[in-house]
């Protein structure tokens, strides 16, 4: 990817020596067009890179590495995950970060036109590091990471009120309604 983002910053610097030459040979027309388009290049790198990042799954601990000289990137350790797993996250990615499962085998065949087994899909997505379930929505999958410390259940303190357990018999009403 680092290699991609350097030939565009390499063409749109180019593009600008090339509209300075023109705008002092009377050319200022195809000068200002070509600095018009250099420009225009010089998004192409961010925009790159935010597609990389959402199209890849990266340890988080690092986040985007995308933007690392190649010498740098040999010299990690990052053990990248398979096709597959990278595929799953663009997958929910795309779907904004949260997919159900069938959305995930669509979107598996649209995107990249792989047909997996909703059995091994569920298990592979168990194993990922990338991937959580959504607390309280069965087989919804996101790539955001919960929370640890929100838990809906709070403790019982002094002086709150506790529901009665539903199953416990009670002396008074001791008789069985069924």
């Keep these: 990817m680092a290699e ?5 910053k390499r ?3 180019e593009l600008r020596e090339w509209a300075a030459k023109n705008r002092d040979a009377d050319r200022s027309a195809a000068g200002e067009r070509m600095e018009t388009l250099a ?3 010089d ?3 961010d925009e790159l890179m935010r597609l990389s990042a959402l199209t890849s799954a990266l340890p988080p601990e690092l986040g985007n590495i995308h933007d690392l000289p190649q010498e740098l990137l040999d010299e990690l350790t990052v053990s990248k995950a398979d096709e597959l797993e990278d595929q799953i996250v663009t997958v929910i990615n795309a779907y904004g970060g949260e997919a159900s499962l069938d959305q995930i085998l669509v979107g598996l065949f649209r ?4 047909v997996q087994k909703r059995r091994f899909m569920q298990n592979k997505l168990y194993r990922m590091t990338m991937v959580w379930s959504v607390d309280g929505r069965k087989g919804v999958y996101t790539t955001k990471e919960p929370d640890p410390f929100a838990n809906d259940m709070h403790e019982a ?3 709150d009120e506790v529901e009665s357990d539903p199953f416990s018999i009670d ?3 001791s008789e069985i309604p069924f």
């Design 4 to 8: 991609y983002v350097e030939n565009v």
């Design 43 to 45: 998004g192409v790198p």
């Design 157 to 159: 303190t002094e002086g």
């Design 111 to 114: 995107k990249f036109k792989v």
């Design 39 to 41: 420009d225009l290049l």
């Design 11 to 13: 063409v749109a610097s």
């Design 171 to 173: 002396s008074e009403d």
